[in-house]
């Protein structure tokens, strides 16, 4: 990943290239990749979605000129951050932003988007920027021992995820500077909160030896890049478990595999290319006789759109046949309707089930 | 039965001829004498239309004197002056002495004179409300000396009764004045008076007018607009399509043909000797019949065969409408606004009579924007004043979506805005709901003509509230500029350790682009938009 340094020199060249324009009197542009499904493609030799070179260009005229200045603005606090070596939250920078009188933010999301654009427009994280989002990062339990640092002394710090009882570890916003040892044999990314709850009160990673993450819906940029570095160190497969339905599919399992398409300058970093998905299989529905809820029209519309616009379906027969047998049945189904078949078929049955037949697994 | 036959006897002392004075006032509303308000207006109207249609005759730019005083309690003095050809001596009594007299009522020519019944009805309400003769000069040419007469219209015998006559010197070279003084009412306001003046000079952008009402000192001047003649409208035949059965009647009786083949040829437009012969075919009759012949039951089938034979719509170049650019003069004169837009209709055919619209709009300006929008009826140039909700005109306003043109309007209603919509009417004949004449019957090819013509206004007004909003939101990009360019300099100074004099080099830089591509963009809009502003 590009450092520091790297970031603050981005912010200067780029400033200097819009003042020499100016100077030369041209308009000056911002260009930045445009952040959407449709500007990326996916390749399973790579395993991520990679931005395609879609670009939309801000050149400075009457209408832009308020967005332009609140990118230059931001740019400037960005660079300010950085030497300082500080930090600052997506919503301190919204706060920030209310010195800059005629030229504040009035909501959140309209600083979160300049903030975005930025990050784009450098193809840098906004971590390297010096934001920092306040979003939770998943939680741990299992067999793996966490060695960060204890932030006021710098003292190495030994984290054992399997002392938290039927409480957890949660991961860092910052994860580059942990180490990891373990000697489970995979890693179970579990959707909700609820499942991870079971889990973890009936032992599930002693018996099976494995480490537990709960990802709490869509697995933010720190947890896809903990996953990622502790499957990469320690060569361990991972596996996804989440509720059958399409949210669970691609907002979920389809992120935490090849990245986001809003973010796609940086799906290369924050992306678990090799996990696979253990269930819930639409075709478990039928195998395990699932209780269902009926498709809704937004559903039949997001399955459909699926199938027709995202690279990563397509990429896939496999996915294909799950999402058409899923718009077939026109039902979906939650994680936790297994407890249909009692409170720990889960543990006894199913897991151990799918386990063992990956056949029945999804790529 | 000895009483029946003394009730009979007694019955025929009451009986005698009905006077013209008795059926006058017991059919006053007919003739537009409802009441004292209405009476004088239709005075100063019928003064006015004579005037008008006089000076179209003769090819002469109309200038005409209206003043309107006070004499005693509840009467007025109406004296209309023109500048018209003037009435030859022996004429001037008939004209204005009696009832129903006239050449225009049987005429398919666009003429105003079709509106009323004619000027001495109005001589006649005077008298039969004062007392008092009117007083009449006219002149012919400046080798004469100018006419001048005092005369009543004797209601027994409906014959002109001349009080005193005698030659007088006149300022004018020729043209004609007329004094009628009558009980009334005056009032301002819409059907007032002074309305009908302000419409009038809009419908006749050509004509000049001078009106004095009774609270003014001075009187208001509405000069011309354009300062060329309509074109003269030309006289047509009847279409068979568009006489009734009782016309047909008369015409068979007056007609000089000596055949029925004849009749229908000459004396109608666009029948050929083919058609002819179809029409008497279809109607069993003899197409060599002497037309004086034709019974009453044989007309009905001539009535019923014109129905079904296929005819050529009649000619339409005998119309004159106001035109688009006349009428877009005339708006800009006459009303304070904003916007102006009219438009003119090719000539189109109801039931074998020709006729075309006129449309035009005025928007913004000093207008009302929470109100209903005025509306301007005209009929062969003349305003409608009164009964607008019967008028096919106001049911065509009624029927068009004005919220398709960035107005506002409630279901069944007048459109709401600072807006004055004008239409007219000519036609050689133009159908009235009623004998008073005052609301344009509803025909469905004339709804769809007035829509038309309607939309076509529109679509104009709608173009220009929309630039007119972008343009408002160019002044808003200006303060733009202003408000967010100082942030670009603050930014690019943190960034890149500019020195003050460098960043205000830069914004200076900076605000002369913007502002020219912004000053750029104006430029062109205003004008676009100035072919359409005053």
Not at chain 1, 52 to 68: C, H, M, P, Q, S
Not at chain 1, 130 to 159: N, Q, R, S, Y
Not at chain 1, 217 to 244: H, M, N, Q
Not at chain 2, 477 to 502: F, R, T, V, W
């Amino acid at each position: 990943m590009k450092n520091k340094n790297s970031a603050v020199e981005l912010i200067n060249e780029n400033a200097k290239g819009i003042y020499q324009k100016i100077l030369a009197r041209k308009k000056p542009d911002l260009k930045i990749p445009l952040r959407a499904l449709s500007n990326v493609k996916y390749d399973p030799k790579e395993g991520y979605f990679e931005i395609k070179g879609l670009i939309k260009e801000r050149t400075l005229t009457v209408n832009t000129v308020k967005t332009f200045a609140q990118t230059l603005r931001m740019m400037s606090e960005s660079k300010k951050l950085i030497e300082s070596d500080d930090m600052a939250t997506k919503r301190e920078m919204y706060y920030i932003s209310k010195n800059w009188e005629d030229a504040r933010f009035d909501e959140q999301p309209e600083s979160d988007t300049v903030i975005d654009d930025i990050e784009a427009m450098f193809m840098l994280n906004r971590e390297q920027l010096g934001f920092i989002p306040e979003e939770k990062g998943g939680e741990i339990a299992g067999k793996l021992i966490v060695v960060d640092k204890d932030p006021a002394t710098g003292k190495e710090l030994k984290i054992d995820c399997t002392k938290f009882g039927s409480g957890a570890y949660s991961i860092p916003i910052s994860v580059e500077h942990l180490k990891f040892e373990t000697n489970a044999n995979f890693i179970l990314a579990v959707e909700t909160a609820g499942m991870f709850q079971r889990l973890v009160k009936h032992g599930f990673w002693k018996n099976s030896n494995c480490i537990l993450i709960s990802l709490g819906g869509v697995p933010t940029r720190a947890c896809r890049r903990f996953i990622r570095r502790l499957s990469d160190e320690k060569k361990l497969p991972v596996y996804a478990f989440t509720d059958s339905d399409f949210y669970g599919f691609f907002n979920i399992y389809r992120t935490l595999k090849v990245g986001s398409g809003n973010a796609a300058h940086i799906n290369k970093y924050f992306c678990v290319p090799n996990v696979k998905f253990l269930g819930v299989t639409p075709q478990d529905i039928l195998d395990y006789k699932l209780p269902t809820h009926p498709l809704k029209e937004v559903d039949i519309k997001r399955g459909k759109d699926a199938l027709k616009n995202d690279p990563f379906v397509h990429a896939y027969k496999e996915w294909q046949k799950a999402v058409e047998l899923m718009l077939k049945l026109g039902k979906r189904a939650e994680q936790q309707a297994l407890a249909q078949w009692g409170l720990n078929y889960v543990i006894e049955k199913y897991l151990p089930d799918k386990l063992k037949n990956q056949k029945t697994w999804l790529p | 039965m000895e009483k029946n036959i003394t009730t009979a006897e007694e019955l025929a002392k009451l009986q005698r001829e009905i006077s013209v004075s008795e059926f006058f006032l017991k059919n006053r509303h007919l003739l537009g004498f409802d009441n004292p308000r209405k009476a004088l207006l239709t005075v100063v109207k019928e003064c006015v239309d004579n005037s008008l249609d006089a000076c179209q005759d003769m090819k002469i730019l109309p200038e005409i004197k209206v003043e309107i005083k006070s004499t005693t309690e509840g009467r007025y003095l109406v004296s209309v002056e023109d500048n018209g050809p003037g009435i030859v001596k022996e004429q001037v009594p008939k004209v204005f002495g009696k009832l129903l007299y006239g050449s225009k009522f049987h005429r398919y020519r666009q003429s105003r004179g079709i509106q009323g019944i004619g000027v001495s009805s109005s001589v006649m309400y005077g008298q039969l409300t004062t007392g008092k003769s009117s007083k009449i000069i006219s002149r012919i040419g400046p080798k004469k000396k100018a006419y001048y007469c005092e005369l009543y219209v004797n209601t027994k015998t409906n014959e002109p009764q001349i009080a005193k006559e005698e030659e007088v010197e006149w300022h004018r070279d020729h043209g004609v004045k007329v004094e009628i003084e009558l009980e009334a009412i005056y009032q301002k306001g819409q059907k007032s008076v002074d309305e009908y003046i302000k419409q009038t000079a809009l419908a006749n952008p050509h004509a000049q007018f001078i009106y004095k009402a009774p609270d003014n000192d001075k009187p208001i001047k509405y000069p011309r607009s354009v300062a060329e003649l309509p074109k003269e409208p030309k006289e047509i035949k009847p279409h068979p399509y568009g006489v009734e059965l009782g016309v047909l009647i008369k015409m068979l009786g007056d007609t000089k043909a000596s055949t029925l083949q004849g009749f229908l040829t000459n004396d109608f437009c666009r029948v050929s000797p083919k058609v002819a012969k179809q029409i008497c075919e279809a109607a069993g009759v003899y197409v060599k019949s002497r037309p004086s012949r034709i019974a009453r039951q044989e007309a009905d089938n001539l009535m019923k065969a014109i129905k079904k034979t296929k005819i050529m719509a009649p000619p339409t170049d005998c119309l004159v409408p106001i035109g688009e650019e006349s009428l877009i003069k005339s708006l800009k004169k006459e009303i304070v606004a904003d916007f102006y837009t009219a438009t003119t209709r090719s000539p189109s055919v109801y039931r074998g009579m020709p006729f075309q619209i006129d449309a035009g709009l005025a928007f913004g300006g000093g207008m009302s924007a929470e109100e209903l929008s005025n509306v301007m009826r005209f009929a062969n140039r003349v305003p409608l004043l009164y009964q607008q909700s019967a008028c096919a005109i106001t049911k065509s306003i009624l029927q068009t979506n004005w919220r398709n043109y960035g107005l506002q309007q409630s279901k069944g209603a007048l459109p709401i805005g600072p807006l004055t919509l004008f239409v007219h009417i000519a036609s050689v004949w133009v159908p009235f709901t009623s004998e008073s004449k005052e609301a344009v019957a509803s025909y469905p090819e004339i709804i769809d003509e007035i829509k038309l013509a309607l939309q076509e206004c529109g679509r104009k007004l709608n173009m220009y509230l929309h630039k007119k909003h972008s343009r408002e939101l160019e002044g808003k990009k200006q303060s733009y500029i202003k408000k967010y360019l100082p942030h670009i300099g603050i930014a690019l100074k943190e960034i890149i350790n500019l020195d003050e004099k460098e960043k205000q080099k830069l914004l200076k830089i900076l605000e002369d682009m913007l502002e020219r591509s912004r000053v750029k963009l104006d430029t062109e809009f205003n004008e676009e938009l100035a072919q359409h502003e005053k």
